[in-house]
């Protein structure tokens, strides 16, 4: 592991621009709009965290995962994928990475009581996840080394002498913020300070007396800073705009919006008819579904050999 992030794989090969992610997405745009894209976004990292709370995780692996996910999606289609194999494998290997291993069968396991209500539980085994290990792992480029903003906040806030409440407020907006893209834009000390200043602004900033933040005026504080205050308020209102979507987001009506958005007539004739397939798009080969999310099991089941097809 890189001793600081400035040299670290995630600062040399996944901080991306936003070009590449609105290139990303484009086959995705084609079915819905920006606003239902972002929605169905929020809900797979709900069932991120729904995992993740029935398998007893710590949020440094979820918000692992959570990157995980977002990366293999800047490189894949939301209509060609399982985002339920992919969700299921980023957190099994999050909890690898961060060092609180489980069981591959235990993550399948609770997968199918997450996923029941919706899905009719979770149609893969754990052959099937540990199958799919590789083909993320690949997509990942073998970079998995997570840098996160929590760190930083902390260390900034233990300085300016916030109290504990103050600390607990900037952190949920951390936590928040991985239902953005702005872990893949930019730096997690910059997170760190936009959830800062919002904590801030929203005025849920509490200084120990006679501390650093209390003798402070924060304004001058932030503009005193060696960073891009610009970059600050920018990531602060991407943050802000989750929110507004947020507010009109209903769990109860997602599924309807995933099965019409997958159920869509391809807008290419060479889809692939099979519920499991592979493709060479961005030159690496991809394990993919075409068809619903809840595939049984038996069917979604195929040999190591197929990966190699492309």
Known sequence: MAANYWVSTQKKH???????LTQSREEDLKYLSEVDYIKIKIWFCHLIQKLAKRLQLKQQVVATAFVYFKRFYTKNSLRMTDPLLVLVTCVYLATKIEECPVHI???????RHVFQADFGGFPYDSLKVAEFEFYLLEE???YLIVWHPYRPLTQICQE????EQGLQFAWFIVNDAFRTDVCLLHPPHM????????????NHADF??????DRTDMR???????????????????????????ADWKEEKMLAMWKDFKSKPSSSS???????????????AKHTTTGAPAVSSSTSSSSSSSANAS
């Open 191 to 202: 997170i760190a300070l936009a959830a800062l200043y919002l904590t801030v602004v929203l």
């Open 208 to 213: 120990a007396p006679g501390s650093l933040g």
């Open 160 to 163: 300016l002498g916030m109290k």
């Open 270 to 284: 060479s889809t692939a008819p099979s519920s499991t397939a592979t493709s060479s798009q961005h030159g690496t």
């Open 105 to 111: 069968k235990m993550v399948t396991q609770e997968a």
């Open 140 to 142: 990942l480029e073998f």
């Open 14 to 20: 996944w901080l991306l621009d936003r070009w590449s």
């Open 220 to 246: 001058q504080w932030f503009a005193d800073l060696n960073v891009q205050i610009e970059t600050v308020v920018e990531i602060s209102q991407e943050i802000l705009s989750i929110y507004q979507v947020w």
